[in-house]
């Protein structure tokens, strides 16, 4: 007999939110930008898949703000860090060391850096059909040593 439901979540965890293809992000990561919107500098700290757009978040003078494409001006220049690169890519399949219950397999849905780190955005809880009062966020912010890569 087939477990429909596990079925569900181990699909759902493992079909982008964006299609078939990741749709190209506008700025790389410690990339600097312009914001349109408070007509500042500040580098690209994060992304994150929101529906239908990335949603970047722009380190400027050490407060972290939010905005979408049509709200940066990418310049081109990376700022030098210290800062090993992410050891996961946005798309990439990977497993949750200590999810206890259902599927343990998720996709990088955006990548972080916070406090020198990098954090990886993946979805910890599938929706439902009626709104829950104790989750809030079904997305979290995971670290490298929680994930493992999954060879597909």
């Known amino acids: 007999m087939i477990d429909h439901i596990n079925a569900l979540k181990t699909s759902w965890y493992l079909s982008p939110p964006w299609g078939q293809t990741i749709p190209s992000v506008e700025v790389n990561l ?20 929101k529906p239908e757009t990335w ?10 703000l939010h905005a979408t494409q ?13 800062v090993q690169k992410p050891a996961f890519v946005l798309g990439e399949r990977v ?36 709104q829950s009062r104790t989750i809030s966020n079904r997305f979290s912010l995971v670290g490298e040593k929680s ?4 060879n597909v």
């Open 30 to 49: 410690l990339e600097r930008v312009y914001l349109r919107t408070t007509r500042t500098f500040g580098y690209c700290c994060g992304m994150q898949w």
């Open 95 to 130: 497993m949750l060391c200590s999810h206890d219950n259902g599927t343990k397999q998720r996709l990088i849905l955006g990548i972080g850096l916070v406090n020198n780190s990098w954090f990886y955005v993946v979805e910890l809880v599938s929706p439902t059909l009626t």
């Open 55 to 64: 949603l970047y978040s722009i380190d400027c003078r050490n407060e972290i």
């Open 147 to 150: 994930l493992v890569r999954v």
């Open 70 to 82: 049509n709200q940066i001006i990418a310049t081109g220049e990376l700022k030098a860090i210290k």
